[in-house]
Nanobody, 123 residues
Framework: QVQLRESGGGSVQAGGSLRLSCQVS????????MGWFRQGPGKKREFVAT????????YYADSVKGRFTISRDNTKGTGYLQMNSLKPEDTAVYYC????????????????WGQGTQVTVSS
């Protein structure tokens, strides 16, 4: 099974920025859609952003549009989520996911998942 591991989470003041990374066990990400999801306190896991293989198409949840940017480096086997203008409402555990569908995907039923990384935004 493909292994994913998130990093880059932490605590930041409102208006600040964080960059999350998702390292995949394979050297390349051929044919894999990448996605980011999050789960806040007392909430269900929700879609944040997705990027197709090899990376031409992206899509974002309305709540993060214009503030977050998803990207990927296929030769390094790494996905990224740049988060700017962070709000307290962005506080959540963030999960990286991968799927062999290759096209952008907002549904939660991705093939592979990381363990999550905590992001905390203080007002």
């Amino acid at each position: 099974q493909v292994q994913l591991r998130e990093s880059g989470g932490g605590s930041v003041q409102a208006g600040g920025s964080l960059r999350l990374s998702c390292q995949v066990s394979e050297r390349t990400l051929t044919w894999y859609t990448m996605g980011w999801f999050r789960q806040g306190p007392g909430k269900k896991r929700e879609f944040v952003a997705t990027i197709s293989w090899p990376g031409e198409n992206t899509y974002y949840a309305d709540s993060v549009k214009g503030r977050f940017t998803i990207s990927r480096d296929n030769t390094k086997g790494t996905g990224y989520l740049q988060m700017n203008s962070l709000k307290p409402e962005d506080t959540a555990v963030y999960y990286c996911a991968a799927d062999r569908i290759a096209t952008i995907k907002t549904a939660i039923n991705y093939d592979y998942w990381g363990q999550g990384t905590q992001v905390t935004v203080s007002s």
